[in-house]
């Protein structure tokens, strides 16, 4: 257990503000080049398909870097592991930007995913730690900044198309602000740990893939529905990184700058569906919750892309993004509690194995764009949506979850 005592209620606020500003920093620096994927495109003058293959490398270094994070985070600490990784991908962003040729670039998006990566796993980590100096839950709320961020990287980023900024200026420009947030950040951060932390419990995660002999098969078939309703979850965020501005500028005929809108109205309705959804989950339940989230995602996006609307395309990214916003958390949640599964494991499973909706749906969507049209390639949203609905039934209702907290207490 960690043992802060010494820790004043000035220095934890400051604490929390610096775990605060690596979640917003993660979010606006994956923004910020996310709307400037069409011109890379254009540039490289690639494909659907090439282009769905080539961005597969952020999320497949990350699945390679991954499991780096538990020997770094014992080593050096989850501050430094946090901010240091976090600053090497915003420097690598802007090599990948400047890249002269499409293997560069893939390259340096490889290294991106595998810092960002590892930096997610750090800051997650200590923001257990100020949690714990809380004595009560705020990990969502530094989740829900995330999402400002990338709201606020995405309109950084249609703001410097809009002035027609360089990838290079505008890239060097975030790279150079957010290296010093860093710095200020690691500075108000907690010391280093004296002794075994939940830093270790959520580091070690990534080595239990080894310990599912002698479960259930009703828990196994459990964590493979929630397993799928946290692909579906990925799949609709990774849409919304890679082919939204694609989408709405190439499709839909959009201008640069607002094609951006396509990507920021998804985060922002994720960002919505995060600060309501602890209330909502409350009250209804998660599987309610999903449900209805999974039939919003299916009705939202199937209206957008049955017309050819640009607002009304927008509008469906909100939704997407509004639907969504709870999965992933929930099939979390939920698997943490299965019956038969050591700590951990459940937690582990989802978390990488929900990477193949990051690493498969590029080259999916891309291949169906390329033989029809990117608008046909769209479908997985609604499909998505419709999978979502399925799984839901995975999840416990308000009155399930209910009764087991009050057989807990």
């Not at 080049?33 to 990350?62: M, V």
């Not at 900044?145 to 980023?157: C, D, F, K, N, R």
């Not at 990925?234 to 694609?246: D, K, M, P, Q, T």
Request: glycine share 10%; hydrophobic share 55%; net charge neutral.
């Amino acid at each position: 257990m960690p043992n802060y005592p010494s820790v004043s209620p000035a220095r934890a606020r400051n604490a929390r503000l610096a775990v605060a500003a690596t979640f917003f920093t993660n979010g606006a620096l994956f923004a910020n080049i996310l709307p400037r994927y069409p011109e890379i495109k254009d540039i490289f003058d690639l494909s659907n398909a090439a282009y769905g293959i080539l961005i597969t490398l952020f999320p497949i270094g990350a699945i390679v870097a991954a499991l780096a994070a538990a020997t770094l985070i014992r080593r050096f600490g989850s501050a430094h592991v946090a901010t240091v990784t976090m600053t090497i991908t915003a420097v690598t962003f802007l090599l990948a930007g400047s890249a002269p040729n499409p293997v560069l670039f893939g390259v340096f998006l490889f290294i991106a995913g595998g810092t960002d990566a590892i930096s997610d796993v750090g800051q997650n980590a200590h923001a257990m730690l100020v949690q714990k100096v809380y004595g009560r839950s705020i990990i969502n709320s530094f989740h829900a900044i995330w999402s400002i961020g990338a709201v606020t990287g995405g309109l950084m980023s249609a703001g410097a198309i809009a002035l027609d900024l360089s990838m290079t200026a505008h890239l060097g420009l975030v790279a150079a602000v957010f290296s010093i947030v860093l710095m200020i950040a690691r500075a108000n951060m907690l010391p280093h740990r004296d002794a075994e932390t939940d830093e270790d419990n959520i580091a070690d995660r990534a080595e239990m893939t080894d310990r599912m002999s002698k479960v259930p098969p009703r828990t196994l078939l459990m964590l493979g529905a929630l397993v799928l309703l946290g692909i579906a979850g990925s799949v609709i965020e990774e849409v919304g990184n890679s082919w939204a501005s694609l989408y709405l500028g190439d499709s839909l005929g959009a201008a640069p700058s607002f094609a951006a809108f396509g990507f920021i109205a998804l985060v922002g309705g994720q960002f919505l569906g995060r600060i309501l959804g602890d209330r909502q989950v409350d009250r209804c339940g998660n599987r309610e919750v999903a449900t209805l989230g999974g039939l919003i995602i299916a009705a939202g996006m199937g209206l957008a892309l049955a017309f050819r609307s640009i607002p009304l395309t927008i509008v469906g990214f909100a939704l997407a993004g509004y639907g969504s916003a709870t999965l992933v958390p929930s099939a979390f949640d939920r698997a943490d509690k299965l019956p038969g599964l050591r700590d951990g494991t459940g937690l582990t499973v989802i978390s990488w194995l929900m990477r193949i909706g990051f690493l498969g749906t590029p080259p999916l969507i891309g291949v169906i764009a390329d033989a029809t049209s990117l608008r046909i390639g769209l479908i997985v949203l609604p499909v998505a949506g419709l999978i979502v609905m399925i799984m839901a039934l995975a999840l416990p209702t308000r009155k399930k979850a209910e009764a087991d907290t009050a057989s807990r207490h």
